[in-house]
C-alpha cells in the first residue's frame, strides 16, 4: 500500500503560479508512474501529467509547457509547478500512485484561480 498526500494548492489569481506537491509514504522508485489529475466543477477528471518511475514524463495538451511535473526522490515527493495559471484550471487536483496493478489516490487539493 501507498498513501499519497497532496498540499499547495490554494487561490491564485490568473497569471500567477501554485506548486503542488504529492508525498508518497514510500520509496518513490516503487511507485511505477505518479500522475497528477484534475477534476473541475460539472466536468469529469481528467489527467494533467504523469512521471514514471524511470523519469519519463506526459502531459495533456492543456498544460504542457506550463505545468512540468518533477520528483525528488530523496522525499519521496512529486511536484506539479503550475505557471501561467488560467481560469479554466480551477480544480481539485489529485495525485495517484501505480503500483503494479495497483492504483491509489490522495484526497485531493483545491485550486482556484480567479480571473
Known amino acids: 500500500q501507498v498513501q499519497l498526500v497532496e498540499s499547495g494548492g490554494g487561490l491564485v489569481q490568473s497569471g500567477g503560479s501554485l506548486r503542488l506537491s504529492c508525498a508518497a509514504s514510500?520509496?518513490?522508485?516503487?511507485?511505477?508512474?505518479v500522475g497528477w489529475y484534475r477534476r473541475a466543477p460539472g466536468k469529469q477528471r481528467e489527467l494533467v501529467a504523469t512521471?514514471?518511475?524511470?523519469?519519463?514524463?506526459t502531459y495533456a495538451d492543456s498544460v504542457k509547457g506550463r505545468f512540468p511535473i518533477s520528483r525528488d526522490n530523496a522525499k519521496n515527493t512529486v511536484y506539479l509547478q503550475m505557471n501561467s495559471l488560467k481560469s479554466e484550471d480551477t480544480a481539485v487536483y489529485y495525485c495517484?500512485?501505480?503500483?503494479?496493478?495497483?492504483?491509489?489516490w490522495g484526497q485531493g487539493t483545491q485550486v482556484t484561480v480567479s480571473s
Open positions: 495517484n500512485g501505480l503500483v503494479g496493478v495497483n492504483d491509489y
Open positions: 514510500r520509496n518513490i522508485f516503487t511507485i511505477n508512474i
Open positions: 512521471i514514471s518511475r524511470v523519469g519519463t514524463t
